[in-house]
């Protein structure tokens, strides 16, 4: 199961940032797992459950991928198709390697921008206005922070944004501003995950965004002990 | 017109290297842009709700951390060993126990390119020394591991189902059948070229090893069960127990279970560098340290990574999917089709063509998602099965794994084997040929699809 690990963390923070990663990713799995595994033992067990187990399980769900996306930049993890920039060499696959990086950075900034416009209203802040790239601040945009979830209870500790954004009123449920905010963080990590990237691709530090398959770490394992045989 | 476009976008960004999950996504936000009045905005919140919106696709996680605890080298040594005991005394008969026992890893995992690591690694090695070519065993194992993405449970039947709308226990059972067909095919075929060439065939060990190597693997193949009882229930006794999400939620929650405290090939109670493994008994601890030892995280990260590779290939494949409703594409091609006077069969053809093409350079999950509400009105026009036209969706799929120049499991193989992927592809093509055989068959006799579902579930309704 322990592949050879291809990315050496570079720094102590570069090192803690991505065991912070790792056991978010761990952790976020584990507990989709258990939550819909408790509600099914409490549905035959003792029928009841836990009523806001499937909305948590599925933003979860959502975390975990829009999380993990820039995570998998970072280790070289996303699947592509590298049959044709495997027959370039040197200059001219370094060059199609740092074109491929730029559409990638392309993509993440035009969806952090939708990430933010989207998440702005819920959080009581303000949309940007621009269709393609963010111009200017949209004053006008329509407070949508009362907005809450269908049953997911509202935690003590996060009283706190009654005060900072729902102009004082109690939240009966959790407001959505908690689950979509993964959205702009997400997508900000992406953006900034690309960057290393690109400048990575810049220094000859690593040769492309793609893996072939997705079981490529299993694979070298098996061949390293094929050759050792 | 600029849907061309679009697809000649796609094309250009995956051959330089740019990753699925981008291309599918950028084009398809670039065409929004530029042709529609959808804003960012609103694609960020399709990106949110292909997760939060799908809870069909909440089992591939879970099947996914299923199949990572049950694909330690363990667990596929034990099925491998059953494997041989029952079949390992026919001519040609390691062969046919490496076909038997990547059915029995597929019906474990959903995943082809896993059922080729895990089965491969050891049985082509096993097989050599038995005797046969490194060409002859990598041919069979690159070709039985495609079975992993038809015999029950299968993310890519996940994938489908949810795409358009279908149960997910009716693809399963539908898989069953087909599944079956190929395997036995696939052996047939062994059996005959071992007996025109005198292949090395094995000794019969007798009952008593059938019987322990049984209770060694049961373990494990009872995940099968709980996965099918839970989503069937038993049959005249109970109905359904679990919904496909949660069977595959509760079959890891028991995959995680047997890996650290049956099987103990992992975790704390692991014997340390091919130790003994220690009893619960003497660190009896471990009942706690289990759910936080490194192995479990490892495991969890790993089946974590690789959701997250695919449903970021799955979310940006629906985010292209809104585009393609948007345009109603799939409404005038189905139009064209029609028009020209298309009859089930040459719509069949043209599903098997473009799905064979297309296999060639996408992830099959992400290729679904596209293709799948692109085909499904015009075959619900024409009067395909909808779970019939999964299946043969499936089974192209399996063939586009092993055809150049970009078939999946030629390169898992290549790499597992330590052959080039062309010699790979020569090994595979003579088994290629059944696969292809199978394809037809399955693709114009429904009723090798249809029939077990219909029995179980009854007649399907079909909402058009």
Redesign the interface.
Same mark, same amino acid.
């Given at each position: 199961m322990s592949g050879p690990e291809k990315y050496a963390p570079k720094s102590a923070l570069a090192g803690a940032m991505h065991s912070f990663e790792v056991n978010a990713i761990a952790l976020i799995l584990g507990a989709m797992t258990v939550i819909t595994f408790v509600n099914v033992v409490l549905r035959y067990g003792f029928n009841s459950s836990l009523i806001w187990g499937l909305e948590v399980v599925l933003m979860l769900f959502a975390w975990l991928v829009i999380f993990g996306i820039s995570h998998a930049f970072k280790i070289t993890a996303h699947l592509g198709v590298d049959a044709v920039t495997n027959l370039l060499k040197g200059g001219p696959k370094k060059l199609v390697a740092l074109a491929s990086a730029a559409a990638c950075l392309l993509y993440a900034v035009l969806l952090l921008k939708g990430s933010w416009d989207y998440w702005a209203p819920f959080a009581g802040s303000y949309q940007t206005t621009g269709r393609w790239f963010p111009t200017g601040i949209d004053w006008g945009t329509r407070d949508r922070a009362f907005y809450v979830t269908e049953q997911i209870p509202m935690p003590g500790f996060l009283r706190f944004l009654e005060g900072w954004i729902n102009q004082g009123e109690v939240y009966d449920k959790l407001p959505r501003v908690v689950p979509y905010v993964m959205l702009p963080i997400g997508f900000a990590l992406l953006v900034w995950r690309l960057v290393q990237a690109t400048v990575d691709l810049v220094r000859d530090r690593r040769e492309s965004l793609i893996v072939s398959h997705e079981a490529e770490d299993a694979v070298e394992e098996v061949a390293a002990l094929n050759r050792g045989a | 017109m600029e849907v061309f476009l679009l697809f000649l976008v796609i094309i250009g960004?995956?051959? =330089? @290297?740019?990753? =699925? !999950?981008?291309?599918l996504?950028?084009s398809s936000?670039l065409f929004l842009?530029a042709y529609s009045d959808a #804003?960012? !905005? #609103?694609?960020?919140?399709t990106?949110?709700q292909?997760?939060? @919106?799908h +809870?069909t696709l909440?089992a591939i996680?879970?099947f996914i951390?299923a199949s #990572?605890f049950m /694909?330690?080298g363990g667990v596929a040594q034990r099925i491998i060993r059953f494997a041989i005991a029952c079949v390992g005394h026919l001519p040609g008969g390691l062969a046919i126990a490496g076909v038997l026992a990547c059915m029995m890893f597929a019906a474990l995992s959903g /995943?082809s390119?896993?059922t080729? *690591?895990a089965i491969? /690694?050891i049985v082509i090695?096993a097989m050599r020394q038995m005797g046969y070519s490194k060409d002859f065993a990598a041919g069979i194992i690159c070709n039985a591991g495609t079975l992993g993405i038809l015999i029950p449970p299968s993310i890519v039947m996940v994938v489908y189902a949810s795409a358009t709308d279908v149960s997910v226990g009716r693809m399963f059972l539908a898989g069953v059948i087909p599944g079956l067909l190929a395997g036995t095919m696939l052996m047939l075929t062994i059996y005959v070229i071992a007996k025109v060439r005198n292949l090395p065939r094995g000794e019969w060990l007798g009952w008593g090893e059938i019987w322990a190597s049984f209770a060694d693997a049961a373990w494990g193949l009872l995940l099968i069960v709980i996965i099918m009882v839970g989503i069937y229930g038993i049959p005249g006794l109970t109905g359904a =127990?679990?919904t496909p999400?949660?069977a595959a939620?509760?079959a #890891?929650?028991y995959a995680f279970f047997i890996a650290i405290f049956v099987y103990r090939d992992?975790g704390p109670l692991a014997g340390k560098n091919g130790g003994r493994r220690i009893s619960l008994l003497q660190n009896p601890k471990a009942l706690i340290t289990g759910f936080f030892h490194a192995?479990t995280?490892?495991?969890? +990260?790993?089946?974590?990574?690789?959701?997250?590779?695919?449903?970021? =290939?799955i !979310?940006n494949a629906l985010i292209l999917k809104q585009v393609l409703t948007e345009q109603q594409i799939p409404q005038a091609i189905a139009e064209a089709m029609l028009s020209v006077g298309f009859g089930k069969i040459m719509f069949l053809i043209v599903v098997n063509v473009i799905l064979l093409i297309g296999g060639q350079?996408m992830?099959p999950s992400g290729l679904i998602v596209i293709v799948a509400p692109i085909v499904f009105p015009i075959a619900l026009a024409l009067g395909v099965d909808p779970i019939h036209l999964g299946i043969i969706m499936v089974v192209n799929m399996e063939i586009g794994m092993i055809t150049p120049?970009?078939g999946?499991n030629l390169? *898992?193989t290549s @790499?597992?084997? @330590?052959m080039s992927v062309m010699r790979v592809f020569r090994a595979a093509l003579p088994f290629l040929g059944v696969l292809f055989a199978f394809l037809i068959m399955v693709t114009y006799i429904p009723i090798l699809s249809t029939w077990l579902p219909t029995q179980v579930m009854g007649p399907e309704i079909i909402i058009k």
């Open positions: - | 960004l995956l051959l =330089i @290297g740019v990753p =699925i !999950a981008v291309a996504g950028l936000i842009l #804003s960012l !905005a #609103s694609v960020a919140q990106f949110y292909a997760m939060e @919106g +809870y909440l996680p879970f951390l #990572s /694909s330690t /995943s390119p896993a080729v *690591v491969g /690694s090695a =127990i679990f999400t949660e939620a509760v #890891s929650i992992m192995d995280r490892r495991t969890l +990260y790993d089946a974590g990574k690789l959701t997250i590779t695919l449903m970021f =290939i !979310a350079f992830e120049p970009v999946l390169f *898992v @790499g597992v084997a @330590g």
